[in-house]
């Protein structure tokens, strides 16, 4: 099946950190552009950053530049969120999500993302 | 950044019946080299996560039953349910991809009435 699965979530206190990941199973990984997009709790959507099929172009939201980096690992199939400096307002489900073809950034496919709650 | 305004917040529409969201971007997303509005469309459920729908304004998605259309250019969308069914109940979002960084509209609820 077709799939992206998130994992890395949990609690943790305003400052600290964590390091999101996320597999990707039965397409071609390596061909595709992909993104993170979280939505706080009772929210809407807010894309977080994005990253190049072969990683070499990188982007990231204002709110999260300069804490937070994207990474993959082609060989593996598999999509990295490392997240430090973390707010309170970083609360939320974080989604994995495909980039459309030939890099258009609509999302095709998205995990059933993971929940990440700063908090002290 | 793109502001997307989606209007109502929320419907309440009868089985069988036509259900309209429509979406406002804060500039036009229209590419003029290639004609088309950057303009897509999401279903969300509760407890899932976003299913794209539609994209470049009316193309739907593999799988995407018919009685959900877009149309629009410019700065205004609609996304239209032509005939309600239960397990359309859902918040849908619209979502610019014109520039980035990619943003949504803050959604709209359809509820049965």
């Known amino acids: 099946e077709v799939q992206l699965v998130e994992s890395g979530g949990g609690l943790v206190q305003p400052g600290g950190s964590l390091r999101l990941s996320c597999a990707a199973s039965?397409?071609?990984?390596?061909?595709?552009?992909m993104s993170w997009v979280r939505q706080a709790p009772g929210k809407g959507l807010e894309w977080v950053s994005y990253?190049?099929?072969?990683?070499?172009?990188?982007y990231y939201a204002d709110s999260v530049k300069g804490r937070f980096t994207i990474s993959r690992d082609n060989a593996k199939n598999s999509l990295f969120l490392q997240m430090n400096t973390l707010r309170v307002e970083d609360t939320a489900v974080y989604f994995c999500a495909r980039v459309g073809a030939r890099g258009n950034w609509y999302f095709d496919l998205w995990g059933r993302g993971t929940l990440v709650t700063v908090s002290s | 950044d793109i502001v997307m305004t989606q209007s109502p917040d929320s419907l309440a529409v009868s089985l069988g019946e036509r259900a309209t969201i429509n979406c406002k971007s804060s500039q036009g997303v229209l590419y003029s080299s290639n004609n088309k509005n950057y303009l897509a469309w999401y279903q969300q459920k509760p407890g899932q996560p976003p299913k794209l729908l539609i994209y470049?304004?009316?193309t739907r998605e593999s799988g995407v039953p018919d009685r959900f259309s877009g149309s629009g250019s410019g700065t205004d969308f609609t996304l239209t349910i032509s005939s309600l069914q239960a397990e359309d109940v859902a918040v849908y979002y619209c979502?610019?991809?014109?520039?980035?960084?990619?943003?949504f509209g803050q959604g709209t609820r359809v509820e049965i009435k």
């Open positions: 990253i190049r099929d072969s990683g070499t172009t990188i």
């Open positions: 039965e397409f071609t990984f390596s061909s595709y552009d």
């Open positions: 470049w304004t009316s």
């Open positions: 979502q610019q991809y014109y520039n980035t960084p990619p943003t």
